[in-house]
Nanobody, 126 residues
Framework: QVQLVESGGGLVQPGGSLRLSCTHSGIASDYYTIGWFRQAPGKKREGVSCINFSDGATYYSDSVKGRFTISRDNAGNAVYLQMNSVEVEDTDDYYC???????????????????WGQGTQVTVSS
């Protein structure tokens, strides 16, 4: 059974930084993509960034490109999202998701991911 656990959310001021972590287990494949998605109440879940755990290929949405960086720790089965220069518009619940056999560009469609964590809340406010 796939398990994904997010951590690192919290309150941060505009222009500040935050690092989210996602630890995972139970993925029965060497070829999979893990990503970060966010969702505000009443809105569609948006793909923020994804990384292929095998070759490190990445995807970023236009809204975070140049500000957020996704990385992986192969030894520790963890994926990180470094959020820099955060904006009020980055306030959302952030979810980690994983899917086998897909490339990071499918991050643009959250419906293609079937394994999800419980989420962590990020609030950007002064």
């Amino acid at each position: 059974q796939v398990q994904l656990v997010e951590s690192g959310g919290g309150l941060v001021q505009p222009g500040g930084s935050l690092r989210l972590s996602c630890t995972h287990s139970g993925i029965a494949s060497d070829y999979y993509t893990i990503g970060w998605f966010r969702q505000a109440p009443g809105k569609k879940r948006e793909g923020v960034s994804c990384i292929n755990f095998s070759d490190g290929a990445t995807y970023y949405s236009d809204s975070v490109k140049g500000r957020f960086t996704i990385s992986r720790d192969n030894a520790g089965n963890a994926v990180y999202l470094q959020m820099n220069s955060v904006e009020v518009e980055d306030t959302d619940d952030y979810y980690c998701a994983a899917e086998v056999g897909v490339r990071p560009y499918v991050c643009s469609d959250a419906a293609l991911f079937y394994n999800w964590g419980q989420g962590t809340q990020v609030t950007v406010s002064s």
